[in-house]
């Protein structure tokens, strides 16, 4: 039976048992098509030498690679590739603790010879060539992208920049590919509904259904939904109580009249604290006027669901609130670059686009969220070349805005997508902390959906108010 209350608040396993008792983190436990890719940022003690001759990343002590395995590492400068460093194994290697550490990747000025020889026995080194005294005076603009094919690798920890003098710079990961992770297709334990509205006045021409499924055959679930209103970052709390297999819905405009963002289901015991309870599903569907055309349009978002990969509950502080870790450990990693694709020329209105993206409050009690996004724009010329372009995006505690009213530069939205053609947009902030989103999109093509993951953040922290929920039986 479904009750529910309202109220306001402000590869191999012993490998891998192995590495994780020596204390390496495993960089890659490729399998082929779901391998993972990391990014590192790069983080010097001291000053860079101007003029670099070498940036070498220092090999983990923990390598088990097949033959024919190959390790990438690529050299960005935001979302633009610089360059491609790659480590062929032609035949198997292993060691559990490679000491003294040797490069295994390597980036050169150009001009510079690329084969750096045989770094490890049997594996040959390939170096890319890049302009190096841009990444030693901007190296915060830079990073590391780092895709093992197959194997199992540790995580580089240091780069050596050879030089007068040669540094030693630390490598911190800071996000990872989501290309192995099924956002809105799966069950989990927590959920984010990435936009929801409705208005106070007219809610037949604007409003939004939230459904919210338990798929457990047999267990109740409890739940705390927590809608966060874009405006102000306050929440409004709602309990609801699941039997097995039962499923909910209801109209915004009776919860939460006139308002709009997102919202956060969790699951939770009866004392309020999450659990893992990987069995919820949800969806929102919203209708609005279209102001290209003047009338509604319907867009449906499936719910981007988040499994909690570590048994038991999250236990109440002193404070009465509770930590949710989005780390791959204790709950699966959040978005940190998320991709709208597939978005129609803007030109002659025909089209209205609307991209929203927030990064989730860390008190789901209510609080302050400031930050700014990068967003980054792809098309084609009329030669058929790919073209870039550049601009922000304030978030706050979300932000919404139309594609046509981007600035972005060096060109403009008009010329990165013209009429007939589709352009692609990448978002994320400085840090790689959690960004979500979604595009909706009215006019000559009606339609929307959930902004894609294209990396996670390595860790996120969300606090929720711990109180005990009552469930009729």
Request: glycine share 8%; charged share 15%; proline share 7%.
């Amino acid at each position: 039976m479904m009750n529910f209350t309202l109220r306001r608040t402000v590869k191999r396993a012993f490998l891998l048992f192995a590495m994780l008792i020596a204390g390496i983190t495993p960089a890659a436990a490729a399998i082929p098509g779901f391998g993972e890719a990391l990014y590192f940022s790069l983080q010097p003690g001291a000053a860079l030498p101007s003029l670099p001759s070498s940036v070498l990343i220092q090999s983990p002590s923990f390598i088990d690679v097949p033959a024919g395995s190959v390790l990438s590492v690529h050299l960005l400068r935001g979302d633009t590739l610089v360059s491609t460093s790659r480590l062929n194994f032609p035949q198997s290697f292993f060691s559990d603790r490679l000491v003294p550490p040797v490069p295994v990747a390597s980036f050169v000025p150009p001009g510079t010879p690329t084969n750096a020889g045989q770094p490890l026995p049997g594996a040959t080194l390939v170096a890319g060539e890049a302009d190096l005294s841009k990444v030693a005076s901007e190296p915060d603009q830079y990073r590391f992208l780092w895709a093992l094919s197959a194997g199992v690798m540790g995580t580089p920890g240091q780069a050596i920049v050879t030089g007068a003098p040669t540094r030693f710079v630390d490598l911190k990961l800071s996000a990872v590919s989501a290309a192995a992770s099924a956002g809105d297709q799966k069950p989990g334990s927590a959920l984010f509904f990435n936009r929801y509205t409705s208005s106070a006045s007219s809610p037949s021409r604007e409003n939004s259904m939230l459904s919210l499924t338990n798929t457990n055959p047999t267990a109740q679930a409890v739940v705390r939904l927590f809608l966060v209103d874009s405006a102000t970052c306050q929440t409004q709390d709602v309990e609801i109580c699941l039997a097995a297999r039962q499923t909910i819905s209801f109209q915004l405009s009776d919860l939460d009249p006139g308002v709009k963002g997102y919202a956060v289901a969790v699951a939770v015991n009866q004392a309020g604290e999450p659990i893992q309870f990987n069995w919820l599903t949800g969806a929102v569907v919203f209708k609005q006027t279209a102001v290209n055309t003047g009338g509604t349009f319907t867009v449906s978002l499936g719910a981007i669901a988040i499994a909690k990969r570590k048994e038991g509950a999250a236990p109440a502080t002193s404070g009465n609130e509770a930590e949710m870790i989005f780390d791959d450990v204790n709950y699966d990693r959040l978005p940190a670059q998320i991709a709208y694709d597939g978005v129609p020329s803007q030109s002659n209105a025909l089209n209205t686009t609307i991209i929203s993206l927030y990064r989730p409050i860390a008190n789901l009690g209510g609080g302050a969220a400031n930050s700014s996004a990068q967003i980054t724009g792809w098309g084609r010329d009329d030669q058929n070349r790919v073209v870039e372009s550049k601009g922000n995006i304030p978030v706050m505690c979300y932000g919404e805005i139309a594609v046509s009213s981007l600035r972005l530069a060096p060109t403009p939205v008009a010329q990165l997508a013209p009429a007939g053609l589709t352009a692609w947009f990448a978002a994320s902030t400085t840090d790689l902390q959690p960004l979500l989103g979604a595009q909706l999109n009215s006019g000559e093509y009606s339609s929307g959906g959930n902004a894609r993951a294209l990396s996670l953040s390595a860790e996120y922290r969300i606090r929720i108010p711990v109180s005990p929920v009552t469930c009729s039986q």
